[in-house]
């Protein structure tokens, strides 16, 4: 659990930039695995459920970034 944590503070303090690359780098290990799976050369299925999980987290936090900057815009014109 406090592994999980210490990897969300990390990405937190990421770019809106540096986390696309990472969604991009993320997607694209995602589809090497699942092609190993299928060819039935993966050494360990359970990695696909993790970038999956991973892939997400990058999301939410881009996702929290960006509507924190929109209600930081809203707050300076009202």
Same mark, same amino acid.
Request: no cysteine.
């Given at each position: 659990? @406090?592994?999980?944590? &210490?990897?969300?503070?990390? &990405?937190?303090?990421? %770019?809106?930039? /540096?986390? /696309? /690359? #990472? %969604?991009?780098? &993320? !997607? $694209? @290990?995602?589809?090497? &695995?699942?092609?190993?799976?299928?060819? +039935? *050369?993966? @050494?360990?299925?359970? $990695? =696909? #459920?993790?970038?999956? *999980?991973? =892939?997400?987290?990058?999301?939410? =936090?881009? %996702? @929290? !970034?960006? !509507? +924190? #900057?929109? +209600?930081? $815009?809203?707050? =300076? !014109?009202?």
């Amino acid at each position: 659990m @406090e592994a999980r944590a &210490l990897r969300v503070k990390n &990405l937190r303090n990421l %770019t809106d930039v /540096e986390l /696309e /690359e #990472k %969604t991009r780098d &993320l !997607k $694209k @290990e995602l589809f090497n &695995l699942r092609f190993q799976f299928v060819a +039935g *050369r993966v @050494e360990s299925p359970a $990695k =696909i #459920k993790q970038t999956r *999980r991973e =892939i997400a987290r990058v999301k939410t =936090i881009l %996702t @929290e !970034k960006q !509507k +924190g #900057k929109a +209600g930081q $815009k809203s707050a =300076i !014109k009202a």
